[in-house]
């Protein structure tokens, strides 16, 4: 079975521009999150999506949003892109949006630098 | 609020030698435990999950440990290789509002001959 894939692998963009990331889950994983990784803060949680629907979402401003396909794969947009965003987006797939016993497949995530 | 404190930040030790990796938490209420192991520049991968019920699971040279009582985790890795150099990162699954996850920062490991 393939792996939890994202496109592009690298990114530059400048302030104010936008950007969209892309997820395509493990072949019958329904639940895509998406998460945020910078040296100082370590893992934020951005969104869940289950089934094309958004079922959590954490503490991030409303440039950050995301959506999922009826094919499971999703898309992670931000806008008036800033310094601070430059990061590793992770995305991981899960089969279901539960139990919590289910462990998460990350994949290699796409990292973004904003100029 | 809901935390996930990981010490040391980061360890260096010699190939062979064994270490242990703590993590403490509040997250509340408890769900599960996770250790996840990231290479640089790839994806976290997952290493061993933990309920409440659980308190010690092992994945070959990886040994977790919970006390759920005290709220502490540890990881410990035996005979090291080179390849573990790596970042290790305890998760926090709490059941209230939707399983959300909670990150400790990580502990960064070099194996070194």
């Known amino acids: 079975k393939a792996g939890v894939t994202q496109t592009p692998r690298y990114l530059i963009k400048t302030r104010g521009q936008q950007v969209t990331l892309s997820c395509s889950p493990i072949s019958g994983h329904r639940s895509v999150s998406w998460y945020q990784q910078t040296p100082g803060q370590g893992l934020q949680f951005l969104f869940e999506y289950f089934s094309e629907t958004q079922r959590n979402k954490g503490n991030f401003p409303g440039r950050f949003s995301g959506r999922q396909f009826s094919n499971s794969r999703s898309e992670m947009n931000v806008s008036t892109l800033e310094l601070g965003d430059s990061a590793l987006y992770l995305c991981?797939?899960?089969?279901?949006?539960?139990?919590?016993?289910?462990?998460?497949?990350f994949g290699p995530g796409t990292r973004l630098l904003v100029l | 609020k809901n935390q996930v404190e990981q010490s040391p930040q980061s360890l260096i030790i010699l190939e062979g030698k064994n270490c242990t990796l703590q993590c403490n938490y509040t997250v509340s209420p408890f769900s599960n435990l996770r250790w996840y192991k990231q290479d640089t520049g790839r994806g976290p991968v997952s290493l061993t999950i933990?309920?409440?019920?659980?308190n010690t699971k092992s994945n070959g040279r990886y040994t977790a440990t919970l006390d759920a009582d005290t709220k502490q985790s540890s990881l410990h890795i035996t005979a090291s290789q080179l390849s573990d150099s790596a970042s290790y990162i305890c998760?926090?699954?709490?059941?209230?509002?939707?399983?959300?996850?909670?990150f400790g920062t990580g502990t960064q490991l070099k194996v070194e001959l």
């Open positions: 998760v926090v699954t709490n059941t209230g509002g939707g399983n959300k996850l909670t």
């Open positions: 991981a797939s899960s089969p279901t949006t539960g139990p919590p016993q289910e462990t998460q497949y």
């Open positions: 933990m309920t409440f019920s659980e």
